[in-house]
């Protein structure tokens, strides 16, 4: 993972969060989301501001982040790709989606993000688009019908639109 | 004057209904264009509703694209022929019989969806929105009376248990404490569902008036509604829901002037299917680990914050409008003896018509697959269903006659669940699947109990070995043996219902494991350690799309050169992409 995918942590935004969601131990998973939403995975820098200056411990705080598939400990790729995994993906054909997005972007067993840093891709539970299975969401689109080939163009598609380059 | 619907739901969205209805207004400045939530069928998406007025015709046209949308342009402005390909259903249709996907169906719960703005609270108040607030307070209705109302309908739980709906109410309206809550459970994660996604997306008012109501039945004054992270337009849609009937004095202080007042606030879940259990959601809206705890006592009596608190799915609120609209009995006319009204499904997998339907509660399985659905969508013969996600089972195709009835589905050793109904083809392996939901409830149990946080993980490497062609006679012995004991040693539904899926496929499809086990043998050509795959030499015709699909170079050939075609079984992964593209059948997986 390169050193540059690490987020600048702007710690008024931090403190601006927590006024307005709160300081209560009720407030963690909300601050937690809107930390992820802003830097697309939870850097430490922005949970210890969380941990300072609430109510909520630094355990309770971990052992939330830890517990929810939402949250992310570890920076993402410029953009990310979601492969649905639900029940009607899985009998349609979404290991293939998983094959066809890893050759694309080159990864090895046990990597999710490229090396350029362009794009990270994680499996997910569901996205609730069950009658247009198999699916995969890229940043916020959601691309439905696909098979390894389709997938692979729209992914195509999209780097060409983003000024990324795939591996493969 | 035209009037003009424009599916905006999730599904329709990925379809392209933005771009459609962008030129649909271009085309049709002056006449009436509205987005409206999902009309239940994703299969056709984008779709469209048109009412003309001059004429006094209605059509509905689907699988819409940014191109051909121009062919439905042109034949509205009289300039051209009705696209036939592309027109679903319309008033010139005598034989309903042709188009049975809604005809089929009896919608209570979505009797909205698709046919209002989702962010319009005049639409929802013109279509009786708001109708049954009303109606208790000008009524003078009691808590009680708003009970007896719904102990009428005989409604039961719509998110999988099935407890009824009054009694969970009477319980809370009874513990005593001035501070209560009522939480909507909108945190669907049941891979293969999304009934909820589709109401809170394409009817928030109506769940928001549900609420509202339960609310005021059990003297709740505080409320959360629960809805998935990864449902961002239910989230959105509700918001608005949220500050428009606040604003018209429907929700916050003394409403409608009755003394009763709520506030709702939403929260967002964070991804844990275990969240859908009761004291594990409470646990998440208390900002802790969504673990589930011991239950006595019942959250009617200790729920969030210690205090009181009922928690309905998203469909049951949505069905309590109408029920007080129109009164219980109404509602109790519809169904079975001990299932009564309505119940919305989710299909999809192997089923030409993927999408929503709701339907009476008593219909048989095999006329939502068959007559809603339209039987398969490959051609391959239909093999099963699988009801109730990872804490259901799968019903055979010889059992699809069963009736949709709490007491009928949990007979076959499924259950009723929320309502996702996978079905599935011969392309589907029964033990692959049962591997598919270990794997899942192994990832999502919270690990509180050991059975639940260990059993699934052993029950999820016996089926891998079995999946990989290593099981043993005895692994069978052994996944019962675990899923008996996981079964009564967990505490909450997720590890109770944990063994079911595996349970099922055993009692309907033993004869798989056992081919994978003796045999080595997966006929649904699905376990990869089980099958090559081979390109048949007469078939093929050398056009050399499987060679550029091929992510691993294992295929070599020459263009256009019959005969020249063959995959290196030493490089094959056997991930199948040269068989999605292939257009001659050529390529055996055996």
Known sequence: MSKSLEANVDESKVLGWIKKIGTEPSASVPLLQEIQSEYGYLPREAMEIVIKNSAITSSQLYGVATFYSQFRLKPIGRHLIKVCHGTACHVRGADRLDTSVEHALGLKKGQDTALDGSYTVEQVACVGCCSLAPVMVVDDKVLGDLTGATAKRALKAHAKENDEKLQN | ?590
Request: hydrophobic residues 35%; charged residues 25%.
């Open chain 2, 1 to 590: 004057m035209l009037k003009i619907r424009v599916g905006e739901g999730t599904c329709g969205r990925a379809a392209g209904s933005a771009t459609v209805l962008e030129l649909l207004m271009k085309q049709f400045p002056n006449d009436k264009i509205t987005s409206v939530g999902c009309k239940g069928m994703c299969h056709r998406e984008v779709i469209i509703e048109v009412e003309d007025s001059s004429s006094n015709k209605k059509y509905m046209f689907g699988d819409l694209t940014n191109k051909n949308v121009e062919q439905v342009v042109k034949f509205l402005k009289g300039e051209g022929q009705l696209p036939s390909d592309l027109i679903i259903n319309s008033s010139d249709e005598s034989d309903t019989t042709k188009f049975r996907y809604l005809s089929g169906q009896k919608r209570i719960a979505l009797r909205n969806v698709g046919e209002l703005t989702p962010t319009s609270i005049d639409q929802y108040i013109e279509r009786s929105g708001y109708e049954a607030i009303k109606k208790i307070f000008n009524k003078g209705m009691s808590p009680d009376d708003v009970i007896n109302e719904v102990k009428d309908s005989v409604i039961r739980g719509r998110g999988g248990a099935g407890f009824p709906t009054y009694l969970k109410w009477q319980f809370a309206k009874g513990a005593p404490g001035d501070t209560k809550y009522l939480i909507c459970n909108g945190d669907e994660g049941d891979p293969g569902a999304f009934m909820d996604r589709s109401l809170l997306e394409g009817d928030p008012h109506n769940v928001l008036e549900g609420m509202i109501i339960g609310a005021y039945a059990i003297g709740a004054n505080h409320g959360y509604a629960y809805i998935r992270a990864e449902y961002p337009l239910a989230v959105k849609n509700f918001g608005i829901a949220i500050v428009d009937a606040k604003e018209k004095g429907f929700l916050g202080e003394n409403i409608l002037g009755s003394g009763f007042s709520f506030d709702i606030k939403i929260k967002q879940g964070a991804g844990a299917f275990v969240c859908g259990e009761e004291t594990a959601l409470i646990a998440s809206i208390e900002g802790q680990r969504g673990m589930p705890r011991l239950r006595p006592p019942f959250p009617a009596i200790k729920g969030a914050f210690g205090k009181p608190t009922i928690i309905n799915n998203v469909e049951t609120l949505g069905n309590i409008p109408w029920i007080i609209l129109n009164g219980g009995k109404e509602y109790a006319k519809y169904g079975t003896e001990k299932s009564k009204g309505t119940k919305v499904f989710a299909l999809a997998g192997a089923v030409k018509n993927g999408g929503l339907a709701e339907v009476p509660m008593g219909t048989s399985i095999r006329d939502v697959i068959e007559k809603i659905g339209g039987g398969s969508k490959t051609g391959k013969p239909l093999k099963a269903v699988q009801l109730g996600g990872p804490s259901g089972g799968c019903i055979p195709e010889s059992l699809f006659d069963t009736i949709i009835d709490y007491d009928a589905i949990n007979a076959t050793g499924a259950i009723m669940g929320s309502g996702g109904m996978i079905i599935m083809d011969s392309s589907t392996c029964m033990v692959d699947l049962a591997k598919y939901f270990l794997e899942f409830t192994q990832l999502e149990s919270c690990g509180k109990c050991t059975f639940c946080r260990v059993g699934t993980v052993r029950m999820k490497e016996i089926l891998t070995r079995i999946c990989n062609g290593e099981g043993k006679m005895e692994d069978i012995d052994t996944l019962e043996d675990l899923s008996s004991k996981i079964k009564t040693s967990s505490l909450c539904g997720l590890g109770q219902t944990a063994p079911n899926p595996v349970l099922t496929t055993l009692k309907y499809f033993k004869e798989e494991y056992l081919e994978h086990i003796k045999e080595k043998k997966c006929r649904a050509g699905k376990c990869k350690a089980l099958i090559t795959h081979t390109i048949l030499k007469d078939p093929c015709v050398a056009c050399s799309l499987c060679k550029s699909a091929c992510p691993v170079g294992a295929i070599t050939g020459t263009p256009k050169k019959l005969r020249s075609f063959e995959i290196n079984h030493e490089t094959c992964i056997n991930c199948g992409m040269c068989v999605e593209v292939c257009r001659d059948d050529a390529i055996e997986v055996k």
